[in-house]
């Protein structure tokens, strides 16, 4: 394919046409298992509705620009979110026992949420000049910029957010050929380190939802009751389903909040394992097809950061589905394109726009 | 590996970073990504396989769970508790009331039973675009409401076939009843139905199933109190998840009786007198703060307000020129006029600038040095010598327009500041307005020009910018009368728990005493108050007292006169006569009641604010009241809207 050849109407947008398809797939799939889960509630399907255009718009306009603004952007929209992110701390408003949110008068707004696409953004800018593998002092100066914004998610507290942030900084790091060896020791370190995490930094509800993952019927009217719920959702589904609209446990308000961060539950009740293997087969099939743009991009930034923003988008669905299905402990993070909600949502697909953006301006290789 | 690549030296550097090599650094993130594709395969099958795990292993055994999942968890509302008032009449109490609901899966045809419905009992074509507008966001097998307050005849006009309409539900719920109507509502306030920024605001586990939260008066500033804490049961239900057994229930705790210190007929007797006026009486007790009647006219009825007053009768109520719903003894805020002459003496005293003999001759008018302006005195011809007694007495300006100078504006304002003016005075009632104590910080900073003395002049008589509201100036007259004991103004006098009837009294809460450098000053003040009803601008409410009374009149003027006009109250319309003010303390030997009245566009304090004072405390100093008290009306079932008394 050549991307940049003139059309009929002599100019080609630049996008990806079997990524577009697999996302509009898997969001198609959510508005519809949305309407059930919700309690046929029109309203939540339009407003859900609502956010998939805008997101679809912002991604196919971030597609059109050229990823050199983007890596001239980077260090930036780096600096802006690290400076709103210690403004949250400083005024944001608290909602919830997390104070997470700056208002902005007319909207609310999630620091945070920039930089989900500012870290890999700044990590991929700081690596693609050095020398690959990295080197130990490139090493330490690369992770400060991921650690850092890491801490300051991690203390408003905010542990999914600041899961994403740390691991897309990570991803960034294990791409540009860390070494096996250092990420031995790495994990040998964070072996070390997690008791004195759990005793000094982690929050009570925080220690609740690793201890209620691990022996859910301990509490099953407390926080345990999701994953029960949840598990009994997915369970009685069985390999066909009750079918579209049949789910008992989202209807009957067992599952609370089945379309936010439980609807995985509530498609899996309606749809059984069969829609289940085919939404995970779904995921794969936009992961595998963006890692594969993200192989043939033109330079190292743009694979280092079209690899970490692929990553980011499986750690959402592998976090969310692992969680449900009771694999994982209940961390905040939604199913990409299937939840209903706002803000996340206009991340990950503006990281699908930067993505299609790498993928579709490569220069051929000259040497 | 070169380890120490960043510390070598620049031109080292760029030669490796220019000897990148694009080939090798493509191939390395090629076998990365693989890595990663081949994690993401694992891990997505690890989810695949958990769910094979559940679905197929695991399937009958949640499928079992599944239809036996019939325990949820219901709130159980608390029931709020009653308001009484400090001799045990009853305020505030809840009524059982019925309300109609539909639950649109078990109707056929909603369209005619709709119909069907309208010919059985009134239905608006409101009620049914509120309904229409809750089912489209509620599912289905849920009830939604139709129609609320359903009276006994319509009960029974549908009890009689409502078999014949399936989902069709009669509801029974408590509506919280103000049987006292109007009386008191300033006080009292009223519930009424959350609205959706409430919602966001509220705790969601207290508040689950509840639609009703206190919004104005002691229903809100006391709704932790009045509400309780809400219990939950497990209840089992059936494959459509209607409730069929209850399995286990933490009960809710009922919200605690409210005392208040109000005594009903005493504020019957203030909003009588002050009926025909718009205005404001606070009445309290000056030995701890408590507030005995609290009165703002005019009133309105707080029982419409509960389910949702209509909205042309809330119009109506909301554009009143009146402005009913203003508590003007809280948010109303007036020019002090004289009634703040005796606390100027009192920081005259206290600041050494005057004594009580030092006199100053009054020709009616005052004029600043090098200036043509005349100040002018309310008595045309002027008072003559006055000293500090007949300057409170006869109200003289001019005394006080001297004094004011002579302070100067930063020490009246330091002064004032210690009796709560400027600022609210924390009463427990939401809303409580700080009224203005002028400043020159505060002028610097809202008007264009600086202070002016005359600025000073006008303050020193209550008038120009200064501002305060009917409650400022009754607890300012209290802690006169208390020699500077200062309390915390307050309406709970206690809270009982409804169980076990267990009273637990609020106790008084006392502010940091104002202390003057000699305290026979507050004596002096006192005597010059004294002469005001005993010969002086309020004479004719002194006749005929059976103790003593001390006070101050005061008229605060709402619009200014030319240099040479003359204030004519028969040429004046209504709207533009001068709000007429009086507080007051008594017995002088021993104070047990401090009384603010304002009266607005009534014309003279002396004339009209003094006689409903002295109504006000003949009530409570001496029980004279209309009516004996109407603690019975607690039994009775419908009290109409303006009282019994």
Same mark, same amino acid.
């Given at each position: ?25 898997? @969001?198609?799939? #959510? ?23 805008? #997101? ?24 802006? &979110? ?58 330490? /100066? ?24 740390? @691991? @897309?900084?990570?991803? $960034? ?33 925080? +220690? ?15 926080? #345990? ?28 308000? *067992? ?19 069969? &829609? ?30 079209? &690899?970490?923003?692929?990553?980011? %988008? ?54 | ?101 539909? $639950?649109?899966? !078990? ?41 609320? +307050? ?16 399936? /989902? ?73 998840? +209607? ?11 009922? #919200? !605690? ?41 005019? =009133? ?31 948010? /109303? ?20 600038? $005057? ?44 005394? %006080? ?67 305060? =509201? ?28 409804? &169980?076990? +009837? ?41 006749? /005929? ?11 605060? !003027? ?23 003010? *009086? ?49 019975? @009306? ?9 009282? =019994?008394?």
């Amino acid at each position: 394919m050549e991307p940049n050849k003139r059309t009929l109407w002599g100019w080609r947008p630049h996008l990806d046409v079997p990524l577009l398809l697999g996302l509009l797939a898997i @969001s198609g799939l #959510g508005l519809v298992v949305l309407y059930s889960a919700g309690q046929r509630n029109l309203d939540l399907v339009l407003g859900q509705g609502m956010r998939l255009g805008l #997101g679809f718009t912002i991604m196919l306009v971030l597609a059109q620009m050229p990823p050199h603004y983007f890596r001239a952007w980077s260090l930036w929209i780096y600096l802006v &979110g690290l400076l709103l992110l210690l403004a949250v701390m400083v005024v944001g408003d608290v909602s919830k026992g997390a104070q997470r949110w700056l208002d902005l008068g007319v909207v609310r707004f999630q620091p945070s949420e920039i930089m989900k696409l500012a870290v890999p953004m700044t990590m991929a800018w700081f690596f693609a000049d050095k020398p690959l593998p990295p080197r130990w002092p490139h090493l330490l /100066g690369g992770s400060l910029l991921t650690v850092i914004p890491f801490i300051l998610i991690a203390e408003q507290p905010d542990l999914g957010t600041a899961l994403v942030v740390g @691991s @897309s900084g990570a991803f $960034v790091l294990f791409l540009a050929g860390l070494s096996w060896l250092i990420m031995g020791l790495l994990a040998g370190v964070l072996a070390a380190v997690i008791p004195l995490f759990w005793t000094f930094v982690m929050h009570d509800y925080q +220690r609740q939802r690793v201890l209620t993952f691990l022996d859910p019927e301990n509490d099953p009217l407390g926080t #345990g009751y999701h994953i029960i719920q949840s598990k009994i959702a997915i369970g009685s589904g069985g390999i066909y389903g009750k079918g579209w609209l049949n789910g008992t446990q989202s209807h009957l308000d *067992f599952l609370p909040e089945g379309w936010t961060d439980f609807i995985f539950a509530a498609f899996s009740e309606e749809f059984g394992l069969v &829609g289940g293997s085919v939404l995970l087969m779904l995921y794969f099939y936009v992961i595998a097809r963006s890692l594969h743009m993200a192989t043939r991009a033109a330079d190292t930034y743009g694979r280092l950061l079209a &690899g970490s923003l692929t990553l980011i %988008f499986f750690l959402y669905a592998f976090v969310n589905s692992g969680m449900v299905s009771g694999l994982l402990p209940v961390v905040g993070l939604p199913l990409p394109l299937f939840s209903y909600g706002g803000t996340s949502l206009v991340t990950i697909m503006a990281g699908f726009g930067i993505l299609m953006s790498i993928y579709s301006h490569r220069q051929p290789l000259t040497r | 590996m070169n380890l120490w690549l960043p510390f070598a030296k620049k031109s080292v550097q760029e030669r490796l970073i220019r000897e990148k090599d694009n080939t090798a650094e493509s191939a390395l993130f090629f076998r990365r990504a693989m890595v990663m594709l081949f994690l993401v395969f694992l891990s997505l099958l690890a989810v695949a396989g958990r769910l094979v795990y559940l679905q197929v292993l695991n399937h009958e055994r949640f499928t079992t769970l599944s239809e036996s999942n019939r325990v949820r968890l219901q709130p159980l509302l608390p029931t709020r508790g009653f308001i009484f008032d400090r001799n045990g009449v009853l305020l505030a109490d809840n009524l059982a009331s019925y309300h109609l609901e539909i $639950v649109r899966e !078990q109707v056929q045809d909603l369209e005619a039973t709709l119909s069907a419905l309208r010919a059985r009992i009134a239905l608006s074509d409101a009620d049914v675009e509120r309904f229409r507008k809750l089912a489209r966001r509620s599912p289905p097998y849920t009830g939604v409401p139709l129609r609320f +307050r359903l009276t006994d005849d319509e009960i029974a006009r549908l009890a009689i076939d409502l078999y014949r309409f399936p /989902g069709v539900e009669i509801k029974a719920d408590l509506t919280r009843r103000y049987p006292l109507g109007a009386r008191g509502v300033h006080v009292l306030g009223y519930v009424g139905r959350i609205d959706e920024n409430e919602l966001r605001r509220l705790d969601p586990g207290q508040y689950s199933g509840s639609t009703h939260m206190g919004k104005t008066g002691v229903e809100r500033s006391y709704e932790d109190v009045l509400r309780g804490r809400t219990g939950w049961q497990q209840v089992e239900t059936n494959a459509e998840g +209607r409730p069929i057994r209850v399995l286990s229930r933490t009960p809710p705790t009922p #919200g !605690q009786h409210v005392y208040l210190s109000i005594d009903m007929r005493l504020q019957a007797v203030a909003e009588k007198a002050l009926e025909g006026y718009n205005g404001a009486i606070v009445a309290l007790d000056p030995r701890n703060g408590e507030i005995l009647a609290l009165a703002s006219q005019p =009133t309105y009825d707080p029982n419409p307000f509960v389910n949702g007053i209509d909205f042309a009768s809330y119009r109506v109520l909301n554009t009143s020129k009146d402005r009913p719903l203003l508590n003007r003894a809280l948010r /109303g805020v007036y020019p002090p006029g004289s009634t703040i002459k005796p606390l100027m003496a009192l920081a005259g005293l206290d600041y050494g600038v $005057v004594n009580r003999y030092s006199g100053v001759f009054c020709p009616g008018f005052y004029r600043l040095p090098g200036s043509n302006h005349r100040f002018r005195d309310w008595k045309r011809g002027g008072h003559g010598s006055v000293g500090m007694d007949r300057a409170i007495a006869q109200s003289c300006d001019v005394y %006080f327009y001297d004094l004011a100078l002579r302070l100067g504006i930063d020490r009246i304002y330091e002064f004032f500041s210690r009796f709560s003016f400027g600022q609210p005075t924390g009463i427990d009632l939401p809303g409580e307005k700080g009224g203005l104590l002028p400043s020159q910080e505060w002028k610097r900073r809202n008007h264009k020009y600086g202070w002016f003395a005359g600025d000073t002049l006008s303050a020193g008589i209550g008038q120009g910018y200064f501002l305060a =509201t009917p409650l400022q100036l009754a607890h300012s007259v209290g802690v006169i009368a208390q020699h500077g004991i200062a309390f915390k103004p307050r309406v709970l006098l206690a809270t009982e728990d409804p &169980g076990t +009837r267990v009273r637990t009294p609020e106790p008084p809460r006392a502010l940091s005493p104002i202390v003057t450098k000699n305290p026979r000053f507050w004596d002096t003040v006192i005597a010059g108050m004294i002469q005001v009803v005993e010969g002086g601008t309020a004479h004719r409410i002194g006749i /005929g007292a059976k103790y003593r009374i001390a006070g101050k009149t005061g008229t605060a !003027q709402v619009f200014t006169l030319g240099q040479n006009e003359k204030y004519n109250a028969s040429r004046l319309a209504r709207h533009l006569l001068d709000h007429a003010l *009086f507080v007051a303390f008594a017995p002088v030997e021993e104070p047990r009641i401090a009384v603010a009245v304002i009266a607005e566009h009534g014309g003279g304090g002396s004339s009209t604010a003094a006689p409903l004072a002295r109504k006000v405390m003949d009530a409570w100093l001496l029980n004279k009241y209309d009516a004996p008290p109407a603690a019975e @009306s607690s039994s009775t079932a419908s009290v109409p809207a303006h009282g =019994t008394e």
